[in-house]
């Protein structure tokens, strides 16, 4: 992995809506929806309520993986999900992270990213809170998601 993207922010402030057009918005670029080798995905997430709400996807275009999270509010979740990706095998990874209601999903990935080697792989840290609740939900995420396709791509 060279490149890492986490989008945090409040329940309900956009940033599964976002991961979620971003994926859409590689697929324009070409990219195609591929799997894992060995990984057991999506079946990390047992509850189909869930599976449909959320979403982890590998998109491959010449060679260049990108896997994205579209859900950030469970810590096992995430972690059982994160487990089956070998890092060195994509180029990004895109994922939610809860940053409040007790922080667990927030406190998961600091600890994610204290073990990364910043010389290698880039992190951009987005605070989606900044950008949302201003009753223009939809040029929001489009604007973020738009910045994200751009910076991994």
């Given at each position: 992995?060279?490149?890492?993207v986490i989008v945090a922010g409040s329940?309900?402030?956009g940033k599964t809506t976002t991961t979620k057009i971003v994926i859409s918005k590689l697929i324009e670029r070409g990219y195609?929806?591929?799997?894992?080798e060995g990984s057991n995905l999506p079946n990390a997430i047992n509850n189909k309520e869930e599976q449909d709400k959320n979403e982890f996807v590998v998109l491959e275009k010449d060679n260049t993986k990108i896997a994205v999270i579209t859900f950030g509010?469970?810590?096992a979740q995430i972690d059982n999900v994160i487990k089956q990706i070998n890092l060195d095998d994509i180029n990004c990874l895109?994922?939610?992270s809860h940053a409040t209601r007790g922080k667990k999903v927030f406190e998961y990935f600091h600890d994610f990213?204290?073990?990364?080697?910043?010389?290698?792989v880039k992190i951009l840290p987005?605070?989606?809170?900044?950008?949302?609740?201003?009753?223009r939900e939809n040029e929001?995420?489009?604007?973020l998601s738009q910045i994200i396709v751009d910076w991994i791509d």
């Open positions: 992995m060279n490149k890492l329940p309900n402030s195609s929806k591929t799997s894992l509010d469970i810590v895109v994922c939610c990213i204290g073990k990364i080697n910043i010389k290698k987005i605070y989606k809170n900044l950008i949302c609740s201003h009753n929001e995420n489009e604007q």
